[in-house]
């Protein structure tokens, strides 16, 4: 499915990336549409990670450009880029010290919010991601790891930012709170119209969650595909994975949005 | 007891001595760290330098008390006064455990927590005073405890070359060949030694991240 | 939480800084780590609580003339009894050069600019070198000095501390300016058994000091230093400029125990504490009464 907004909102152009004698991403394009959930479906090493990260600048490509709503990168602060763009990462990495509320509440108090206003979007936030708004008090140390991601993917959210970064977030929980969270993540999509960038190695997640799959392997991009025309592809990597992951796609790939 | 009796006749220059005891250490334990935590800062962010920082503060640390009082002396401004040189080699002595400590401390952070905040858009420093410091303080705190341990033993010392402090009281004690005098120096600096090491790990514990 | 840490932090700062050394109302005075200094010290305590109404802290039995320097530059200590020859030697590490008179003043003037600190008048003893030998031998070769003892040295073994020998201005100087020959090599001693080495005819020739207290009691002679070759080490009151403008009178009360102990009366007193065991404060307030001085 073509992208149907005219400027992408991020869009890499030839980018490459390498590292101590190593080419991580080579000859990479790929655009992004305003409003889309792009997975990022690969296997560790192949490179998938590393785009997300260049995507908010934790990681500058060797070559080529990456351009956010149109602007090159290199003409932003990193810092305004950053606070723009929401993380969410697997191990989540709360700050152990502060509360439920301080955690979330972070990006919008270093964005200079009145403190009225961070704790009124502190307690639409919990709300907004399943959790009792009693939980706002408590240390990290004191969640399950459902709750410490879904204060993740709040903390990500707080400064309402146009573009959602998230890696493996959900790779850490049991297949129960997995299966919630990813259903939770789809009504969210549904009421917040992100563009999302998702990283992932699971087919199935990929095929719930993704408006498109960009499907990696050995630091190049190998297709772009929507979830139903990965399943009928022909593309040997593709069927490689349909084949690898077995059944329940087809029913995976329904409950895609679009 | 006799010594109790002669510290209470004396308690003024009791007073006294561990006062001067206490500046000793306490100005050059602030001056270590006012130097040591930034310097651990920065050889965790920039971790080439590491090696090198380390080594030197290790070298200084195998220096003998006394032999570097002895290597200070001859230098111009510094030997003309002994308090200053002492507090220069205290100084120098507490630099390892509190460089290494905030070197260790920040490195232990968990790096999730440093990659989250990164991505968030925390500044350098948004992530070192918010983030960094206040996980690592607890560390520090303990690279800070063993300087203080050490420094109220060296001070001790420091008399020898005329810096003051409870040394004094022992050194006279062995001149005079008088068991009060030495444990009048002797006790006191035991007792600070217990209670910097109590009072520090304290706050140590206190300060814990959850 | 942080509005607390920093203020803790304020508060130990303040508390480290108000431990900085230093006393208003007390005179701290000190002494090194032997009798006589012990004794000298005493005296100027027990003078200072005698006339005024200032406390005296005493900081005795301080290991050398270094570390009294140091706590008198750092304001430890206000008066110590220090040696005219010793401050110009080990302190201000000038040649040892002039008679008596000139030695005080070089020594009183430098003090004053380099240190900030000055001499009261000198107590009047001059505790240089002494190269004694037995009475008997004294009367019986008829010798007084060390120009007329030099012939008789080739027939006699000598005794020396260990700190003479090593000091250029010690043994080497000695033998040069009056052209002694032993027997054979110095024998390396304890100070304090040179006296008695030289009584039980073990050595001819001991270095001790002028005001040694066992000098008239073992009947030894000290021999006269015709050619000058020592410096003199007049005993003084070395005290801070600052104590004196702090408390003007200590000047006046110091000034009054001007040339009051002879070498005599500073070997009885040495005696009396080392060789008779008594308290070394007892001795001093006798002396004191003595010359009325006490109240």
């Known amino acids: 499915m073509p992208p149907h907004t005219s400027t992408p909102k991020i869009e890499f152009v030839d980018v490459s990336?390498?590292?101590?004698?190593?080419?991580?991403?080579?000859?990479?394009?790929?655009?992004?549409?305003?409003?889309?959930?792009?997975?990022l479906l690969g296997r560790s090493g192949s490179g998938k990670t590393t785009t997300l990260k260049l995507i908010n600048r934790l990681v500058s490509p060797t070559s080529g450009e990456i351009r956010v709503d149109g602007k090159p990168q290199q003409q932003i602060d990193v810092i305004r880029l950053r606070r723009g763009i929401g993380y969410v990462i697997q191990e989540v990495g709360l700050f152990p010290h502060f509360t439920v509320a301080r955690n979330v509440g972070l990006v919008p108090k270093i964005e200079g919010w009145s403190e009225d206003r961070i704790q009124a979007r502190v307690q639409e936030l919990l709300q907004l991601v399943g959790l009792e708004g009693t939980l706002a008090s408590r240390y990290p140390h004191q969640l399950s790891g459902g709750q410490r991601q879904r204060v993740g993917v709040a903390r990500a959210l707080a400064a309402n930012p146009e573009i959602l970064l998230m890696d493996e977030p959900f790779g850490a929980l049991d297949p129960?709170?997995?299966?919630?969270?990813?259903?939770?993540?789809?009504?969210?999509?549904?009421?917040?119209?992100?563009?999302?960038?998702?990283?992932?190695?699971?087919?199935?997640?990929?095929?719930?969650?993704?408006?498109?799959?960009?499907?990696?392997?050995?630091?190049?991009?190998?297709?772009?595909?929507?979830?139903?025309?990965?399943?009928?592809?022909?593309?040997?990597?593709?069927?490689?994975?349909?084949?690898?992951?077995?059944?329940?796609?087809?029913?995976?790939?329904?409950?895609?949005?679009? | 007891m006799k010594v109790l009796r002669f510290m209470l006749q004396n308690q003024t220059q009791v007073r006294d001595l561990t006062l001067e005891?206490?500046?000793?250490?306490?100005?050059?334990?602030?001056?270590?760290?006012?130097?040591?935590?930034?310097?651990?800062?920065?050889?965790?962010?920039?971790?080439?330098?590491?090696?090198?920082?380390?080594?030197?503060?290790?070298?200084?640390?195998?220096?003998?008390?006394?032999?570097?009082?002895?290597?200070?002396l001859p230098v111009p401004w510094l030997g003309a006064r002994a308090d200053r040189l002492a507090i220069l080699a205290l100084t120098l002595y507490a630099l390892l455990p509190i460089i290494r400590n905030t070197y260790e401390g920040i490195r232990g952070v968990?790096?999730?927590?440093?990659?989250?905040?990164?991505?968030?858009?925390?500044?350098?420093?948004?992530?070192?005073?918010?983030?960094?410091?206040?996980?690592?303080?607890?560390?520090?705190?303990?690279?800070?405890?063993?300087?203080?341990?050490?420094?109220?033993?060296?001070?001790t010392i420091a008399a020898a070359i005329g810096a003051g402090g409870l040394g004094e009281f022992i050194y006279r004690g062995l001149s005079m060949v008088d068991n009060r005098v030495i444990l009048s120096g002797a006790i006191p600096a035991a007792l600070l030694a217990l209670l910097a090491d109590f009072g520090v790990g304290w706050l140590e514990r206190r300060l814990q991240p959850k | 939480m942080t509005r607390l840490r920093a203020s803790l932090a304020l508060l130990c700062c303040a508390a480290l800084l108000s431990c900085a050394p230093s006393h208003a109302d007390r005179i701290v005075v000190g002494s090194k780590n032997f009798t006589e200094s012990f004794i000298l010290g005493e005296l100027i305590a027990q003078q200072v609580e005698a006339h005024t109404t200032l406390k005296v802290e005493r900081r005795f039995y301080l290991a050398g003339t270094y570390i009294c320097q140091q706590a008198m530059l750092a304001g430890r200590l206000d008066i110590y009894p220090e040696y005219t020859g010793t401050a110009l030697t080990a302190i201000l590490k000038q040649d040892a050069a002039g008679d008596k008179v000139a030695v005080y003043d070089r020594v009183k003037r430098e003090y004053e600019q380099k240190f900030g600190l000055t001499l009261t008048p000198a107590l009047g003893f001059n505790d240089t070198f002494a190269m004694e030998i037995r009475g008997e031998d004294?009367?019986?070769l008829k010798i007084k000095t060390l120009s007329e003892a030099a012939q008789f040295t080739p027939h006699w073994r000598a005794g020396f501390g260990y700190e003479f020998m090593e000091r250029p201005d010690g043994y080497r100087g000695l033998v040069a300016t009056y052209g002694l020959k032993f027997a054979e090599q110095p024998r390396i001693m304890d100070l304090g058994l040179l006296a008695r080495a030289l009584k039980d005819?073990?050595?001819?020739?001991?270095?001790?000091?002028?005001?040694?207290?066992?000098?008239?009691?073992?009947?030894?002679?000290?021999l006269e230093d015709d050619r000058h070759y020592f410096p003199p080490y007049e005993a003084?009151?070395?005290?801070?400029?600052?104590?004196?403008?702090?408390?003007?009178?200590?000047?006046?009360?110091?000034?009054?125990?001007?040339?009051k102990i002879s070498d005599a009366e500073m070997q009885q007193m040495n005696y009396a504490v080392d060789g008779k065991h008594r308290d070394a404060s007892e001795v001093v307030h006798e002396f004191l009464k003595l010359k009325n001085l006490a109240q």
Do not use: C
């Open chain 1, 17 to 39: 990336y390498h590292v101590a004698g190593t080419q991580v991403l080579s000859g990479f394009n790929l655009q992004i549409a305003n409003g889309e959930t792009l997975v």
């Open chain 1, 176 to 258: 129960l709170t997995r299966d919630e969270v990813q259903r939770e993540f789809l009504s969210l999509q549904q009421q917040l119209h992100k563009t999302v960038v998702f990283v992932t190695h699971d087919l199935h997640e990929a095929l719930r969650l993704g408006s498109r799959i960009a499907l990696m392997e050995a630091a190049r991009l190998v297709t772009v595909l929507s979830p139903h025309e990965f399943l009928k592809s022909t593309d040997p990597w593709a069927s490689a994975y349909v084949r690898a992951f077995g059944a329940g796609l087809e029913a995976a790939a329904d409950r895609g949005t679009r």
């Open chain 2, 21 to 72: 005891h206490l500046w000793l250490v306490g100005v050059s334990t602030i001056l270590a760290m006012l130097i040591g935590i930034p310097l651990g800062i920065l050889i965790a962010h920039r971790t080439r330098l590491n090696k090198p920082v380390l080594a030197s503060a290790n070298i200084i640390q195998t220096i003998p008390g006394l032999a570097l009082f002895g290597f200070l």
């Open chain 2, 110 to 155: 968990d790096p999730a927590v440093i990659e989250a905040g990164k991505g968030m858009g925390l500044t350098e420093s948004q992530l070192l005073y918010q983030v960094e410091l206040p996980l690592a303080v607890s560390v520090i705190l303990s690279g800070v405890r063993v300087a203080v341990v050490i420094s109220v033993g060296l001070a």
């Open chain 3, 138 to 140: 004294a009367r019986r």
């Open chain 3, 201 to 222: 005819h073990q050595i001819d020739f001991a270095g001790g000091n002028a005001t040694d207290g066992l000098i008239p009691a073992l009947d030894l002679v000290a």
């Open chain 3, 236 to 259: 003084v009151p070395v005290i801070r400029q600052e104590t004196v403008n702090q408390h003007p009178e200590l000047a006046g009360i110091l000034a009054q125990l001007a040339g």
